[in-house]
């Protein structure tokens, strides 16, 4: 199974949170590479109010994801 992490994207201005996708058996990193840090993880206020920006879904994450379902799936 999977689980969204929502991490703010320091490469992009204005700052924007950026969901990766983690597997629940592996929760040291997302399934593009990305090494992740408890303290970085952004909770959602999920009201809205105060957010920066768009949410934004990381691609290498999403296909990932994709691929693994259509494999299962198969
Ligand atoms: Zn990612």
Same mark, same amino acid.
């Given at each position: 199974m999977y689980e969204m992490w929502a991490e703010h994207d320091p490469a992009v201005s204005p700052p924007a949170v950026v969901w990766h996708v983690v597997a629940k058996d592996d929760a *040291? *990193? *997302?399934?593009?590479g990305r090494f992740l840090e408890p303290s970085q993880r952004v909770v959602p206020v #999920?009201? #809205? /109010? #105060? /957010? /920066?920006g768009p949410d934004r879904y990381c691609d290498p994450c999403l296909v990932t994801v994709r691929e693994a379902l259509a494999a299962s799936a198969r």
């Open positions: *040291s *990193s *997302s399934l593009c #999920g009201d #809205g /109010a #105060g /957010a /920066a």
